[in-house]
C-alpha cells in the first residue's frame, strides 16, 4: 500500500497514516516532500511497532514501514 | 524508561527558550512578556502606523530575529524549501482570527505559559480554552479537515518574508524617525535592540531545529496519544517558574496581573479561538513565523493575517483591556461590546470553514 502525503502539512500526513494503518497492514509506504512530516510520519510508525525505513530521491522522501 | 532524542532536544530548547525569555524581561521588556508574538505584531502594527493605539507601538527586533533565525539555519541545514498554495486567503483570514482571539486574552499561546510561570492564573482559564479550541480543532483534523496541497514554488517566494524583515531592520536601523515609538505602557518598554534581535535569532534556530510548537503539543496528545512536542512547553514553563521564583517575579493570583485582565470568560473564549484557529493553521503563530522563515509562504500569508488582525483589533476596539486601579478602586478590565461580538464571530466563522473543509471536501481532493 502506498499513500501519498505530498505537499499536506502537519499533522495531517500523520493523521492519514494512522487510518491508513487501522487494518493493521503488514506494509505501508508514505511518500513526503517536508522534513516535519517525514519525522513525524517515521515517529508514529516507530510507535506502532513497524521497522522504519526511508529512500531519498530529488527532495522527497518514501518511508517504507514493514511489521 | 528512556528518552527519545527529540524529546530531549525540546527539553533543553523549551529551557533555554525560558531562560531567554525571562532575561528580556530583566533587561527592560514588559512583565511577563520576554516573549509574545501576538504582543509583537501587535507593536510592530503600530511601529509601522497600521494601528495607533499609542502604549503598543515598537518594531520589535523579537519577532525580525525569529523569521531570519529559521531563515540562516534552514538554509545551513539546506531545509529551506520555498513552498505554499494551500488555501492562502483562507489561511490569512484564520491569521486574523487568531490574532483577534489572542488580543482579547492578551497574549500568544507563549506568552500564555510565560504568565502561567509568573503565578497569573488569568492564564491557566486561557489555557483551559486553548486546550478546548485544540480539541475542537483535533476533531475536524480527525473528520479529515484539510487546507489543501501546498506545491514547490520559486526560491525567491519563500524568501520573500525575510528579504522583508532584513528592510525592516534597516530601515529602524538608519531611519527610526519613519516609525512610531510608544513613549508610555507597554510598546516602549524593551530590551536593548542588538539583545533583543540576538534573542530573536537564538530562539529561531532553536525553534526551527525542534519544530516547537505550542498548539503541536496539545494536538498531538488528544490525536496520537505522543506527548513529545509537549515537552518543549513544559521545560519552558518549568524553566521560565525557576526564573521568575529566583528573580521575585513569582505572584500567585488572579488580580493585579502584569498586562491582563480577569475577565474569566473573555480569556478562556479569546485563546479558545486562537487554539481552535492554530490546529486549522497547523501550528501556534510561533511555529508560523518558524515555517515563514524556512520558506512557506503559506505561513508567512499568514503571519500577514496576524498583523492584520492585530491592527483590526486595535483600530476596533477589539482587544482587551488590563485590570487596573482607577481611585483606590480595582476595576477588572477585559473586552468591550466590540470584541465580545468579534470573538463570537470569530468562533461562528472558524467552525464554518472547518465543517466546509471537513465535509465537503471530498469533491475537491
Same mark, same amino acid.
Given at each position: 500500500?502506498?499513500?501519498?502525503?505530498?505537499?499536506?502539512?502537519?499533522?495531517?500526513?500523520v493523521?492519514?497514516?494512522?487510518?491508513?494503518?487501522?487494518?493493521?497492514?503488514?506494509?505501508?509506504?508514505?511518500?513526503?516532500?517536508?522534513?516535519?512530516?517525514?519525522?513525524?510520519?517515521?515517529?508514529?510508525?516507530?510507535?506502532?511497532?513497524?521497522?522504519?525505513?526511508?529512500?531519498?530521491?530529488?527532495?522527497?522522501?518514501?518511508?517504507?514501514?514493514?511489521? | 524508561? $528512556?528518552? !527519545?532524542?527529540?524529546?530531549?532536544?525540546?527539553?533543553?530548547a523549551? #529551557?533555554?527558550?525560558?531562560?531567554?525569555?525571562?532575561?528580556?524581561?530583566?533587561?527592560?521588556?514588559?512583565?511577563?512578556?520576554?516573549?509574545?508574538?501576538?504582543?509583537?505584531?501587535?507593536?510592530?502594527?503600530?511601529? @509601522?502606523?497600521?494601528? &495607533?493605539?499609542?502604549?503598543?507601538?515598537?518594531?520589535?527586533?523579537?519577532?525580525?530575529?525569529?523569521?531570519?533565525?529559521? *531563515?540562516?539555519? !534552514?538554509?545551513? &541545514?539546506?531545509?529551506?524549501?520555498?513552498?505554499?498554495?494551500?488555501?492562502?486567503?483562507?489561511?490569512?483570514?484564520?491569521? +486574523?482570527? +487568531?490574532? @483577534?482571539?489572542?488580543?482579547? *486574552?492578551?497574549? %500568544?499561546?507563549?506568552?500564555?505559559?510565560?504568565?502561567?510561570?509568573?503565578g497569573?492564573?488569568?492564564?491557566?482559564?486561557?489555557?483551559?480554552?486553548?486546550?478546548?479550541?485544540? #480539541? %475542537?480543532?483535533?476533531?475536524?483534523?480527525?473528520?479529515?479537515f484539510?487546507?489543501?496541497?501546498?506545491h514547490?514554488?520559486?526560491?525567491?517566494?519563500?524568501?520573500?518574508?525575510?528579504?522583508?524583515?532584513?528592510?525592516?531592520?534597516?530601515?529602524?536601523?538608519?531611519a527610526?524617525?519613519?516609525?512610531?515609538?510608544?513613549?508610555?505602557g507597554?510598546g516602549?518598554?524593551?530590551?536593548?535592540?542588538?539583545?533583543?534581535?540576538?534573542?530573536?535569532?537564538?530562539?529561531?534556530?532553536?525553534?526551527?531545529? &525542534?519544530r516547537?510548537c505550542?498548539?503541536?503539543? *496539545?494536538?498531538? @496528545?488528544?490525536?496520537?496519544?505522543?506527548?513529545?512536542?509537549? &515537552?518543549?512547553? @513544559?521545560? =519552558?514553563?518549568?524553566?521560565?517558574?525557576?526564573?521568575?521564583?529566583?528573580?521575585?517575579?513569582?505572584?500567585?493570583?488572579?488580580?493585579?496581573?502584569p498586562?491582563?485582565?480577569?475577565?474569566?470568560?473573555?480569556?478562556? =473564549?479569546?485563546?479558545f479561538?486562537?487554539?481552535?484557529? %492554530?490546529?486549522?493553521?497547523?501550528?501556534?503563530?510561533?511555529?508560523?513565523?518558524?515555517?515563514?522563515?524556512?520558506?512557506? !509562504?503559506?505561513?508567512?500569508?499568514?503571519?500577514?493575517?496576524?498583523?492584520? #488582525?492585530?491592527?483590526?483589533?486595535?483600530?476596533?476596539? =477589539?482587544?482587551? #483591556?488590563?485590570? !487596573?486601579?482607577?481611585?483606590?478602586?480595582?476595576?477588572?478590565?477585559?473586552?468591550? $461590546?466590540?470584541?465580545? +461580538?468579534?470573538?463570537?464571530? %470569530?468562533?461562528?466563522?472558524?467552525?464554518?470553514?472547518?465543517?466546509v473543509?471537513?465535509?465537503?471536501?471530498?469533491?475537491?481532493?
Amino acid at each position: 500500500m502506498e499513500l501519498d502525503c505530498r505537499g499536506l502539512s502537519c499533522p495531517e500526513p500523520v493523521i492519514r497514516t494512522k487510518r491508513a494503518i487501522a487494518d493493521k497492514p503488514e506494509s505501508i509506504d508514505v511518500l513526503v516532500d517536508q522534513r516535519a512530516p517525514l519525522e513525524n510520519v517515521s515517529r508514529f510508525l516507530k510507535a506502532m511497532k513497524y521497522n522504519v525505513a526511508v529512500e531519498e530521491l530529488d527532495g522527497e522522501w518514501k518511508i517504507k514501514a514493514t511489521k | 524508561m $528512556t528518552i !527519545s532524542k527529540e524529546k530531549r532536544n525540546l527539553a533543553i530548547a523549551g #529551557g533555554l527558550i525560558g531562560i531567554i525569555a525571562i532575561v528580556l524581561v530583566l533587561l527592560g521588556n514588559p512583565k511577563n512578556m520576554g516573549f509574545c508574538i501576538a504582543c509583537f505584531i501587535r507593536d510592530i502594527a503600530g511601529g @509601522i502606523k497600521l494601528q &495607533t493605539a499609542a502604549p503598543v507601538r515598537y518594531v520589535r527586533p523579537e519577532i525580525i530575529g525569529l523569521v531570519l533565525g529559521s *531563515f540562516i539555519i !534552514s538554509l545551513v &541545514t539546506k531545509e529551506f524549501n520555498a513552498r505554499g498554495g494551500s488555501s492562502p486567503m483562507l489561511r490569512f483570514c484564520i491569521g +486574523v482570527m +487568531v490574532m @483577534i482571539g489572542c488580543l482579547a *486574552f492578551l497574549g %500568544c499561546p507563549f506568552r500564555m505559559v510565560l504568565r502561567l510561570s509568573a503565578g497569573d492564573l488569568n492564564a491557566l482559564i486561557g489555557m483551559l480554552g486553548f486546550a478546548a479550541g485544540i #480539541g %475542537c480543532g483535533s476533531f475536524f483534523l480527525a473528520k479529515g479537515f484539510s487546507l489543501g496541497r501546498s506545491h514547490r514554488q520559486a526560491p525567491l517566494e519563500g524568501a520573500a518574508i525575510s528579504a522583508v524583515n532584513v528592510i525592516l531592520l534597516l530601515l529602524v536601523l538608519v531611519a527610526p524617525a519613519l516609525f512610531a515609538f510608544s513613549e508610555s505602557g507597554p510598546g516602549s518598554m524593551h530590551a536593548p535592540i542588538i539583545i533583543s534581535l540576538c534573542a530573536g535569532l537564538v530562539v529561531g534556530v532553536l525553534a526551527q531545529r &525542534t519544530r516547537m510548537c505550542m498548539a503541536g503539543g *496539545f494536538r498531538d @496528545i488528544y490525536l496520537l496519544k505522543d506527548a513529545t512536542l509537549i &515537552t518543549g512547553f @513544559i521545560a =519552558l514553563f518549568i524553566f521560565a517558574l525557576i526564573m521568575n521564583l529566583a528573580t521575585g517575579n513569582f505572584k500567585l493570583g488572579f488580580a493585579s496581573q502584569p498586562v491582563a485582565h480577569s475577565a474569566h470568560i473573555w480569556n478562556f =473564549l479569546g485563546m479558545f479561538v486562537c487554539g481552535l484557529g %492554530c490546529t486549522m493553521l497547523g501550528g501556534c503563530p510561533l511555529r508560523q513565523l518558524i515555517l515563514a522563515g524556512e520558506g512557506n !509562504s503559506d505561513s508567512a500569508i499568514t503571519v500577514l493575517g496576524l498583523l492584520t #488582525g492585530a491592527a483590526i483589533s486595535h483600530n476596533f476596539g =477589539l482587544a482587551g #483591556g488590563a485590570d !487596573s486601579v482607577v481611585d483606590g478602586v480595582y476595576k477588572v478590565g477585559g473586552i468591550g $461590546t466590540n470584541g465580545k +461580538v468579534a470573538v463570537i464571530a %470569530c468562533i461562528v466563522i472558524l467552525l464554518a470553514i472547518a465543517c466546509v473543509k471537513s465535509f465537503a471536501k471530498k469533491k475537491e481532493d
